[in-house]
C-alpha cells in the first residue's frame, strides 16, 4: 500500500509518500519513496514563538511545492492528466480561506498525472487549528481530484509509531531526511503492556498501551509542557527561539567544562503520589535566579541551562520509572520533539536499564514533526479499515489519545 501523509499541525510543512505492507509483526516493511519538510522555524524566530496566522499562511504556500517535490522523487507518476474544470468549483469552495493554495494546487493538477497511491493520511489534531485545518483542506481536495480515500491522523500517535521504528538507511547519505530510499521495520524490542513517554512543546504525557493502537492516558502535565518550559527558559536566558537546543548545547558545555550551580532548582512534583507533571513552577524559580543574577554572566547561563536540564530529565525520568513499577511496563516508547534531547535520552537509557526496561526512541532528524510518521501511523490505521468520510473531517486543537 502506497500512502502519501501530510502534516500541518504546527510550523513544519511536510509531505511524505510511502510503500508499506504487513500488519504489526514481523512482516511489516516499509520504504519512503519520497519525504519532503518545510521548516518554518526562522518565520517565527522573530516572535520568539509560534504565530497561528503566520503558520497557516506558510503552509499554504509550501505544500503545493513539496508534493512535486516528493512525486519528483518517488517517480511513480501514471495514468491520464487531471481535468480540472470539473472539479474547479468544488476545490474553490474547499480552500476558499487559502487562495494561493488553490491557485498553487490547480495550476499543479492542471499539469501532473494522478499518482499511483492507494490513500491519504493527514494530521487532524492536536495541534494549532488554523495549521490543522490548510493540511486537512489540502487532503480534501486531493482526496476529490484524485479519488482516494482519506485516513484522519492523531498526531500524537504519529509520534508513537515513528518510535517503534527500526531505520535502515541505503546509500551513504548523512542525513535520514535527505535520504529517500529507506527500509524500516518494526522494532524487535516491543513487548506489551508498553508506556510511552510523550515530550513535546505541547505535549507532557503518559500513555499506557496494553496493545496496538490502544491508549490510557495515565500522566499529563498540568500547566506547561515540557518542551514550552525550554522555550520559556531559553527567553529568559536571551537565547533563541527554539529554546531546547540552545539550552542543551549550554548545558553540555557547563558539563565539559564541570561547571555546577550554585544553587538548586525545585523538581515539580516528583513526590506527588501521581504521575502528573507541572513545569510553570519550574520556570518562576528559573526567573527568580535570573532577576537576582542580571545582568547574567555567560558561566550564569551555562549553569541555569545545565541545572534546568537535570532538573528536567530528573522529573521526567522519576515519573516514567514510577509508571514502569506501576504497570508493568515492558517497553518504554519516548517520542515528540523533546525526545531528540541527548540528555533526556542517556539519563532514560541509563535508569531504565536498570528495571530491564529498553527505551525505544526515533532517530534524532525524524524526532521532531514530520510527515512520515503521519503516513505510516496512517497505513496502520487504513489495513484495518478506519477511513474517514473527507466531507467530515474537522481539525481539534484539543484532541487526545484516548
Known amino acids: 500500500m502506497r500512502v502519501l501523509g501530510i502534516e500541518t499541525s504546527c ?24 519525504n519532503a519538510l518545510f521548516s518554518q522555524t526562522i518565520t517565527h524566530a522573530e516572535y520568539g514563538g509560534v504565530v497561528p496566522n503566520l503558520a497557516k ?8 511545492p513539496l508534493l512535486e517535490q516528493v512525486l519528483n522523487e518517488s517517480g511513480i507518476r ?63 481536495a486531493l482526496s476529490e481530484v484524485w479519488d482516494l480515500p482519506v485516513v484522519a491522523v492523531n498526531h500524537m500517535e504519529g509520534h508513537v509509531v515513528m518510535s517503534l521504528m527500526e531505520i535502515r ?18 522494532s524487535k524490542n ?7 513517554l510523550l515530550i513535546s512543546g505541547g505535549h507532557t504525557e503518559l500513555v499506557l498501551m496494553r496493545e496496538w493502537m490502544k491508549y490510557e492516558v495515565i500522566g499529563t502535565t498540568r500547566d506547561d509542557a515540557v518542551g514550552e518550559a525550554f522555550d520559556k527558559v531559553a527567553r529568559l536566558l536571551g537565547l533563541p527561539y527554539p529554546g531546547g537546543p540552545h539550552i542543551s ?44 543574577n542580571s545582568p547574567l554572566s555567560e558561566e550564569m547561563k551555562s549553569m541555569i541551562a545545565r541545572e534546568f536540564e537535570d532538573t528536567v530529565a530528573d522529573v521526567l525520568v522519576e515519573k516514567t520509572l514510577r509508571a514502569v513499577d506501576a504497570y508493568g511496563a515492558r517497553t518504554v516508547i519516548v517520542g515528540g520533539g523533546v525526545s531528540a534531547n541527548s540528555h533526556i535520552r542517556a539519563q532514560l537509557a541509563s535508569q531504565l536499564s536498570t528495571v530491564n526496561c529498553k527505551p525505544l526512541t526515533p ?17 496502520f490505521r487504513a489495513i484495518s479499515g478506519d477511513y474517514s ?13 484516548a
Not at 58 to 64: D, R
Not at 258 to 287: C, Q, W, Y
Not at 363 to 368: G, K, Q, V, Y
Open 78 to 140: 501514471a495514468g491520464k492528466h487531471t481535468d480540472i474544470s470539473v472539479y474547479s468549483d468544488d476545490l474553490r469552495d474547499m480552500l476558499a480561506r487559502e487562495p494561493e493554495l488553490y491557485a498553487q494546487l490547480s495550476e499543479f493538477l492542471r499539469k501532473h498525472e494522478k499518482p499511483e497511491i492507494d490513500c491519504i493520511a493527514v494530521t487532524v489534531g492536536p495541534g494549532l487549528e488554523p495549521a490543522l485545518w490548510v493540511g486537512i483542506n489540502f487532503a480534501r
Open 190 to 196: 516491543i513487548e506489551f503492556p508498553a508506556l510511552a
Open 363 to 379: 532517530p534524532i532528524e525524524l524526532a521532531t514533526d514530520n510527515a512520515l510518521m503521519i503516513a505510516l501511523a496512517g497505513y
Open 249 to 292: 548545547r549550554l548545558a553540555e558545555d557547563a558539563r565539559k567544562k564541570n561547571i555546577k550551580a550554585n544553587f538548586s532548582l525545585p523538581r515539580p512534583m516528583l513526590h506527588e503520589d501521581n504521575l502528573d507533571f507541572s513545569f510553570s513552577g519550574l520556570k518562576t524559580a528559573v526567573l527568580r535566579i535570573v532577576e537576582s
Open 11 to 34: 510550523d513544519e510543512t511536510a509531505v511524505s509518500l510511502i510503500e508499506a505492507s504487513g500488519d504489526f509483526g514481523a512482516d511489516f516493511k516499509f520504504r519512503i519513496l519520497g
Open 57 to 64: 499562511r506558510e503552509h499554504g504556500k509550501n505544500l503545493v
Open 389 to 401: 468520510d473527507p466531507d467530515t473531517l474537522r481539525a481539534d486543537g484539543n484532541l487526545k489519545l
Open 169 to 186: 538507511p541505503i546509500g551513504n547519505h548523512s542525513s535520514i531526511l535527505q535520504n529517500t530510499r529507506i527500509d524500516g521495520m518494526l
